[in-house]
Nanobody, 122 residues
Framework: QVQLVESGGGLVQTGGSLRLSCVAS????????MGWFRQAPGTERKFVAH????????LYVDSVKGRFTISRDNAKNTVYLQMNSLKPEDTAVYYC???????????????WGQGTQVTVSS
C-alpha cells in the first residue's frame, strides 16, 4: 500500500520560511516523479513544483520561482519543499504527489498525501 505523508506546515508571518516534507512508502521512490500542489479555500488545486525521480530537473509555477525549492532524498524516500519569503497568498493546503513522470497536471499523478496546512499571516 502506497502512502505519502506530509509534514512541516504551520503558521508563519509574512517573509518567514517553512520546509515541508513528504515521506513515501510502498513504492520504489526513485522511479517516481514527485510534485507539490496547493489548494486555497474556494479554489482549485494548483501545481507548485515538481522534480524528476532521479532528482535534478525541476519546474516551478511562476509565482514561487526564486522563493521555493523542491528537492528529494531518495535514500530517505522523502521530497521537500523549502519555502522562503512567504506571502499571505501562499496560504493553502499543500499536497505532495507521486507519478510516473513530471507533470503540472494533478491528474497525471497516481498517489497523493493527505495535505498539510500552511498559513501566512500579514
Amino acid at each position: 500500500q502506497v502512502q505519502l505523508v506530509e509534514s512541516g506546515g504551520g503558521l508563519v508571518q509574512t517573509g518567514g520560511s517553512l520546509r515541508l516534507s513528504c515521506v513515501a512508502s510502498g513504492l520504489t521512490f526513485s522511479r517516481y516523479a514527485m510534485g507539490w500542489f496547493r489548494q486555497a479555500p474556494g479554489t482549485e488545486r494548483k501545481f507548485v513544483a515538481h522534480i524528476r525521480g532521479s532528482g535534478g530537473r525541476t519546474l516551478y509555477v511562476d509565482s514561487v520561482k526564486g522563493r521555493f525549492t523542491i528537492s528529494r532524498d531518495n535514500a530517505k524516500n522523502t521530497v521537500y519543499l523549502q519555502m522562503n519569503s512567504l506571502k499571505p497568498e501562499d496560504t493553502a493546503v499543500y499536497y505532495c504527489a507521486g507519478g510516473p513522470g513530471t507533470s503540472t497536471r494533478g491528474d497525471d499523478y497516481d498517489y497523493w498525501g493527505q495535505g498539510t496546512q500552511v498559513t501566512v499571516s500579514s
